[in-house]
Every structure is written in structure tokens, then in C-alpha cells.
């Protein structure tokens, strides 16, 4: 991948702790692993939950994965995550390997199944999700505005939030948003008092960036989307693994 002109590279992991204690907060898709046709079809690197274990470890446990996906689906494709974790966008939340996950905001079901039946007439792709229900189009580029339109009327019409990504659109509960993730971790230990450094791919990820500006830390953008938040840009998964010392 070609880097990128608009922002620099960040600066070496090692010294985001030169003037304090730092935190890191790790979008997964599109950023640890590469993006791929269907939810279900991505390829995690070899060693990935090691070297975010390590990683921790490094940063005293100041270290969160933060994502669209549950938490269990990020474990079913990764295995057991000995690090923090928000998943569902934020509507998870865990601070370590096996504790209870906090959960809010699930999607009704009926809303689930309306999703799913305009997916099947389509021929599109719907993921079934822990507390969201989502419609996928990368492989059906042209229903694009459809599909959006259908997800927006759905969502308008039982009172909830839209979640836009990369040829996807997800039906949520109002008010979950990986910012509000970074928040409520940045008040735990041992996170509170830290430096957050976001690094993420999508424009849910800006509401990440964002917040890490807010606790005096800032946002890496990852591959080609134009980020209006972010200071640092890495071009793609494989220079993100590079930075983080894999
Ligand atoms: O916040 P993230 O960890 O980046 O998760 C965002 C969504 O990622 C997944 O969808 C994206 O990746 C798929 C697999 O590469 C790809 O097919 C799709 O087009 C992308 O939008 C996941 O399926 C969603 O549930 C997450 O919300």
C-alpha cells in the first residue's frame, strides 16, 4: 500500500508514553485484519491475540479493542482475548479476559427479522448480531442507496440509530458509539489518567478519534478514507500490525 499524503505516520509506539502513561484503543476491522467479500470470511493473523496480549501487558493493561462486532464474535474468530474489550459498537463493554460483559440496547426482534427478509429479496447479505441487526452490499455495490434508504425507514419507524460502515448499514439503539466506549473505559482503571491513541479505519472510528482528542490523546486514521479527526495515518492492516511490533 502506498502511504499516505494527506497526514504523516504516527510516531513509534515506544514513545507514546514518554510524557505519561498512554492507552491504546484498537478498532479490528479494516485495521488488526483485512477487510474481506462476507463478515464471516476474514482471515485473522497468525498470532494476532498474542500480540495484543503482549501488547497490553506492555501498556500496564491500558489496552481496549473496540468494535462494530460483539465481543463474542470478535472471540469466535480470534479466541479467548486477554485484553479489554467494547464491542457492538459500544454497547459492550468488558475490562478484561472473562469478566461479565456490561450489555445495553437490543435491537427487537421483529426488527431483525424485517432486515433479514429485505436482505433475502435482494440478495443481499444480513448479519444477525448480539444487539444490532446489519445489511451488507460489497458484493451488490449497486443497491447501495436502497439498501440505505430501507435501513433508514426501518430504523426510523421503531425509534433507533443507524451505524454506517464500509458497504454496510446497521440498525442500533440510540446513543451507543465507540466515543461514548472510549469514555466510559477512559473512567476505569487502569485507564483513567492516560493518553488514548484510536486507531481505526471507518467513520464510526471518528467518534473514537474524537474522544481521544478530548482526554489529550489523538486519532490514526488507517487506509485511504479521508479522516476530518485524525492527526496520524497508517496506510492499511499490514502497516498497522508493523506499528504495533508484530
Ligand atoms: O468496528 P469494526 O471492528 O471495524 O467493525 C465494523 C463492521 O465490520 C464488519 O463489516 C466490515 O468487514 C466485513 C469483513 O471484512 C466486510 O465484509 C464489510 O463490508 C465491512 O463493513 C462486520 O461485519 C460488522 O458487523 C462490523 O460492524
Redesign the pocket.
Known amino acids: 500500500m502506498q502511504p499516505r499524503a494527506d497526514l504523516p505516520p504516527p510516531p513509534p509506539l515506544e514513545s507514546l508514553s514518554d510524557g505519561g502513561p498512554a492507552s491504546l484503543f484498537l478498532?479490528?476491522?479494516?485495521?488488526l485484519?483485512?477487510?474481506?467479500?462476507?463478515?464471516d470470511?476474514?482471515v485473522v493473523p497468525d498470532g494476532l491475540p498474542d500480540l495484543l496480549a503482549d501488547l497490553s501487558a506492555r501498556l500496564g493493561g491500558r489496552l481496549a479493542l473496540?468494535?462494530?462486532?460483539s465481543i463474542a464474535?470478535l472471540e469466535r474468530h480470534c479466541g479467548t482475548l486477554a485484553i479489554a474489550c467494547a464491542g457492538s459498537?459500544g454497547g459492550e463493554r468488558r475490562l478484561g479476559e472473562g469478566e461479565p460483559i456490561a450489555r445495553s440496547g437490543v435491537v427487537p426482534v421483529a426488527v431483525q427479522h424485517e432486515l433479514a427478509q429485505f436482505a433475502r429479496d435482494a440478495g443481499l447479505v444480513h448479519?444477525a448480531?448480539t444487539l444490532g441487526t446489519?445489511l451488507?452490499w460489497?458484493t451488490a455495490p449497486h443497491w447501495e442507496e436502497r439498501a440505505q434508504a430501507f435501513v433508514d425507514d426501518l430504523a426510523a419507524r421503531h425509534g433507533l440509530a443507524v451505524?454506517r460502515?464500509?458497504?454496510?448499514a446497521?440498525v442500533v439503539a440510540p446513543g451507543v458509539d465507540?466515543g461514548r466506549a472510549v469514555a466510559a473505559i477512559m473512567q476505569e482503571a487502569p485507564f483513567a489518567g492516560s493518553r488514548p491513541v484510536f486507531v481505526?479505519?471507518?467513520v464510526?472510528?471518528e467518534d473514537g478519534f474524537a474522544a481521544c482528542e478530548r482526554f489529550g490523546g489523538f486519532g490514526i486514521a488507517v487506509g485511504e478514507r479521508k479522516s476530518p479527526t485524525a492527526r496520524y495515518a497508517l496506510a492499511g492492516p499490514d502497516d498497522v500490525l508493523a506499528w504495533l511490533g508484530a
Open positions: 478498532d479490528f476491522d479494516g485495521t485484519v483485512s477487510l474481506a467479500g462476507h463478515p470470511r476474514i473496540v468494535s462494530g462486532r464474535d459498537h448479519e448480531k446489519a451488507h460489497r451505524k460502515g464500509k458497504f454496510v446497521e465507540k481505526g479505519d471507518d464510526t472510528d
